[in-house]
């Protein structure tokens, strides 16, 4: 004869409560993975560098100067874009370490520029540009704001490539939701006299664009942590954040036009002073933020992205390059 076990009410709560903490648990490691664990790629990426009259870029410092370059010619365009986070205590971009399930190991990839920067293949992460800025003046140089024209946009901004479809007649947002987890890195590092690097006087910051908007929906910034003190990728002061940039079918609808609305920039872009014929080295990072809450499997893989860099300069009597206080 089987012996019965009588459950009282009490235990029968308690099975309840813990059988919830136990769901709630994995939701959370599931959510915790799918947002690190990606495979995604951002397979078509337009960048195009310019800046204004008093300010030059060439590729190399003793290059063909002027005032465009286009990013395609700086690295390979096709290079994909896979999720990883930079640490500014070290410099340095990381991934995330996966087991044989997929599940996050709870290490991190330490990520060279020689090794995991401009290839397209698993062992590529992120791009890499370099270029040379100099002036005839003296001036402070900043980022352009970003502003909509007749013929499409101009200044600073990243957004989802407007794709046509030739069945639907409309255009569709190529971005995936990829925009959202985007990063731009600069790295500016005066030269001396010779043409050497000055890299003690070094200085990285972000641009975060799009930062007000969501895959899911949702509106309002929400900083990013890095992964070794959850404090923010970079100092405030190196951060520069950016409304979302957008566009909408025109009316009639068009097959080569939209309408661009063009988001403001909510902090300060100012990025150095710089001396007359003094020559500034700029490493152009482009990668896709794994610690972004933006970063998670709702975003379609194949994004095709339309970026804009925009320098601008301010003349005036300055003592030469510095970081900007």
Same mark, same amino acid.
């Given at each position: 004869?089987?012996? #019965?076990?009588?459950?009282?009410?009490?235990?029968?709560?308690?099975?309840?409560?813990?059988?919830?903490?136990?769901?709630?648990?994995?939701?959370?490691?599931?959510?915790?993975?799918?947002?690190?664990?990606?495979?995604?790629?951002?397979?078509?990426?337009?960048?195009?560098? /310019?800046?204004?009259?008093?300010?030059? !870029?060439?590729?190399? $410092?003793?290059?063909? @100067?002027?005032?465009?370059?286009?990013?395609?010619?700086?690295?390979?365009?096709?290079?994909?874009? #896979?999720?990883?986070?930079?640490?500014?205590?070290?410099?340095?971009?990381?991934?995330?370490?996966?087991?044989?399930?997929?599940?996050?190991?709870?290490?991190?990839?330490?990520?060279?520029?020689?090794?995991?920067?401009? #290839?397209?293949?698993?062992?590529?992460?992120?791009?890499?540009?370099?270029?040379?800025?100099?002036?005839?003046?003296?001036?402070?140089?900043?980022?352009?704001?970003?502003?909509? /024209? $007749?013929?499409?946009?101009?200044?600073?901004? &990243?957004?989802?490539?407007?794709?046509?479809?030739?069945?639907?007649? #409309?255009?569709?947002?190529?971005?995936?939701?990829?925009?959202?987890? !985007?990063?731009?890195?600069?790295?500016?590092?005066?030269?001396?006299?010779?043409?050497?690097?000055?890299?003690?006087?070094?200085?990285?910051?972000?641009?975060?664009?799009?930062?007000? /908007?969501?895959?899911?929906?949702?509106?309002?910034?929400?900083?990013?942590?890095?992964?070794?003190?959850?404090?923010?990728?970079?100092?405030?002061?190196?951060?520069? !954040?950016?409304?979302?940039?957008? @566009?909408?079918?025109?009316?009639?609808?068009?097959?080569?036009?939209?309408?661009?609305?063009?988001?403001?920039?909510?902090?300060?872009?100012?990025?150095?002073?710089?001396?007359?014929?003094?020559?500034?080295?700029?490493?152009?990072?482009? @990668?896709?933020?794994?610690?972004?809450?933006?970063?998670?499997?709702?975003?379609?893989?194949?994004?095709?992205? &339309?970026?804009?860099?925009?320098?601008?300069?301010?003349?005036?009597?300055?003592?030469?390059?510095? $970081?900007?206080?």
């Amino acid at each position: 004869m089987k012996k #019965r076990i009588k459950i009282w009410p009490a235990q029968l709560l308690l099975y309840y409560v813990m059988l919830i903490i136990l769901l709630t648990l994995l939701v959370a490691a599931s959510y915790t993975w799918l947002t690190i664990n990606q495979s995604l790629k951002v397979n078509d990426l337009s960048l195009y560098v /310019t800046s204004q009259k008093g300010l030059e !870029i060439a590729s190399s $410092p003793d290059g063909e @100067w002027g005032i465009q370059l286009e990013y395609a010619n700086l690295v390979d365009e096709t290079a994909p874009l #896979r999720p990883v986070t930079w640490l500014d205590q070290e410099q340095q971009f990381y991934a995330a370490s996966y087991g044989p399930d997929g599940r996050h190991l709870g290490a991190w990839m330490d990520l060279s520029d020689d090794i995991h920067s401009n #290839r397209n293949d698993v062992y590529g992460y992120y791009t890499k540009g370099v270029f040379y800025m100099r002036t005839d003046v003296e001036m402070t140089v900043s980022l352009a704001p970003a502003v909509a /024209t $007749p013929e499409g946009a101009s200044g600073t901004f &990243l957004v989802g490539k407007p794709v046509w479809d030739s069945e639907l007649l #409309r255009h569709y947002n190529g971005g995936f939701g990829a925009e959202n987890a !985007i990063r731009i890195g600069l790295r500016i590092t005066p030269l001396d006299g010779n043409g050497v690097l000055k890299t003690e006087e070094a200085r990285f910051l972000i641009l975060e664009p799009n930062a007000n /908007t969501h895959i899911d929906g949702s509106t309002g910034y929400q900083a990013t942590p890095n992964f070794r003190d959850g404090g923010g990728l970079v100092p405030e002061d190196r951060l520069m !954040i950016q409304n979302a940039a957008s @566009w909408q079918e025109s009316d009639p609808v068009l097959r080569d036009h939209v309408v661009w609305s063009m988001g403001d920039f909510t902090t300060e872009t100012e990025l150095f002073r710089l001396k007359k014929n003094e020559v500034v080295c700029i490493e152009a990072y482009i @990668w896709l933020e794994g610690q972004d809450v933006d970063c998670n499997n709702r975003i379609g893989q194949e994004a095709k992205i &339309l970026a804009n860099l925009q320098f601008e300069g301010d003349a005036g009597n300055h003592p030469g390059l510095e $970081p900007i206080e």
